[in-house]
């Protein structure tokens, strides 16, 4: 009996990791354990500022990052910890890959709720705060080479007439909003 309510818990954890990893923007009821660090202030944030998403401790790392793009340069946040999911990483480095392994720089990645709220014109419920979004640093010349791999490399894409020529704005979110 004791093995069977083993394999029932390990089942249930199991559901509940594939649940996340499947949405993980999706905003979560339990009640989380403190972390006992920042991360408690950034959690705070996130109802303050009433973004779709209740992170937990674990949700947030302090040293995510891929082969070319590092930790520090995607969290543009105002802490040492940033939610930084896979698709986000493994996009980036699919869209550098398409660009001839060319370095890109990356204008802004993770922002914590209280730093996005200070961006002049950034969404309410922007990506950046849910770790699937990047900016690409762009100019007229390159802009839809990085939007076109960017597409090729399924992130949904903001337009043009909204980013500007500056940065292609990248995201990981699922389905994207029309024109994107």
């Not at 354990?33 to 996130?46: M, W």
Request: charged share 20%.
């Amino acid at each position: 009996m004791k093995r069977l309510t083993s394999l029932a818990v390990l089942g249930v954890a199991a559901v509940y990791l594939l649940a996340r990893q499947a949405a993980p923007h999706v905003a979560r009821a339990e009640s989380a354990a403190p972390c006992n660090d920042e991360r408690d202030t950034l959690i705070v944030e996130y109802t303050t500022y009433r973004v779709n998403l209740r992170p937990v401790c674990v949700d947030f790392t302090r040293d995510a990052h891929s082969e070319h793009f590092t930790f520090a340069e995607l969290n543009g946040g105002d802490f040492p910890w940033a939610i930084l999911r896979g698709d986000l990483l493994r996009g980036l480095e699919n869209i550098r890959a398409r660009n001839g392994d060319a370095p890109l720089r990356i204008n802004s990645g993770y922002r914590n709720p209280r730093h996005n709220a200070g961006i002049t014109g950034a969404a309410r419920q922007s990506q950046h705060m849910y770790g699937t979004a990047a900016d690409i640093a762009s100019t007229e010349t390159t802009w839809q080479v990085l939007h076109d791999h960017a597409k090729g490399s399924n992130a949904c894409v903001e337009p043009l007439d909204v980013s500007g020529v500056g940065h292609v704005h990248v995201d990981w979110r699922g389905p994207c909003p029309s024109r994107w």
